[in-house]
């Protein structure tokens, strides 16, 4: 009887055990990126950041394409960029604007959510623990699951689709970023984002890029509306049926 007992207490004990390793909790987060933030690609030394290379290392087979479809792009942006058909921005794209469109950080224990103002977009970073699911179709923002490793907030993001201008990819493409808070040379908070690109289908060697969040005292998300025939009306010059060109 005793050693039954026995045997059912270390039964118990295991299983607790594995339960315990296959819950995986979120790790506490030991830093607040929450707010709005401008991105800004302006180091802490004050210096312009720039966030994507001149000259990434593409392969050689893809290097010859993407000059041609460069050439293709350049001469008509308007049918092959995304945005100029008010299509969301593609990953890592998002992140490395250097424009005047904020962004806003919500933060919880078990998820971080980026709200966009350019094109409403909005982008989950899930830290409860979850792998990616298997079979999951390219998105705009990709797939993104995150830890803390101390003030450092690291997000793995997988399963982004193609179609991007200006940072050419494939499906093997990982991004890993490294979000954390510094100090700027004055003292001030910035949010600095370091992304890991890394897609042997296309690059011969993993590179990282970064960019620049500040804080505007009263700055907020405001609302985006984007109609791709205002788009199309805008780059051919005839503005004469925008209502606000009018004004």
């Known amino acids: 009887m005793r050693r039954r007992l026995i045997t ?3 039964a118990a004990t295991l299983m607790f055990g594995l339960a315990t390793l296959t819950a ?14 401008m991105p800004t690609a302006i180091g802490p030394d004050g210096n312009r950041n720039r966030t994507w290379p001149a000259k ?6 893809v290097q010859a394409v993407y000059d041609a ?9 308007e049918e092959y960029d995304n945005a100029r058909s008010c299509l969301p921005y593609i990953m890592p794209r998002p992140m490395l604007l250097v424009a005047q469109y904020p962004l806003e950080i919500v ?11 350019l094109h409403n977009d909005a982008r989950r970073i899930y830290l409860d623990g979850r792998l990616p699911p298997t079979g999951l179709r390219p998105t705009w923002m990709g797939y993104s699951v995150g830890r803390w490793e101390g003030e450092t907030l690291v997000v793995r993001t997988t399963s982004v689709r193609d179609g991007t201008i200006d940072q050419p990819h494939g499906p093997k493409l990982t991004l890993t970023e490294r979000l954390r808070l510094i100090q700027d040379k004055d003292g001030k908070t910035m949010l600095e984002d370091e992304i890991a690109v890394d897609d042997p289908e296309t690059y011969s060697e993993p590179f990282k890029v970064r960019n620049y969040f500040r804080q505007r005292a009263g700055v907020e998300i405001g609302e985006y509306f984007c109609s791709e025939d205002l788009w199309q009306q805008n780059l051919s010059g005839n503005t004469s049926k925008i209502p606000w060109r009018n004004n």
């Not at 990434?56 to 087979?61: E, G, K, T």
């Not at 933060?107 to 103002?117: K, S």
């Open 8 to 10: 059912t207490a270390l």
């Open 24 to 37: 995986a909790p979120a790790t506490a987060a030991s830093a607040d990126l929450s707010g709005v933030w």
């Open 56 to 61: 990434p290392p593409l392969l050689p087979a």
């Open 69 to 77: 479809y460069r050439v293709r792009a350049d001469a008509k942006p």
């Open 107 to 117: 933060q919880t224990a078990e998820r971080v959510t980026l709200i966009f103002e």
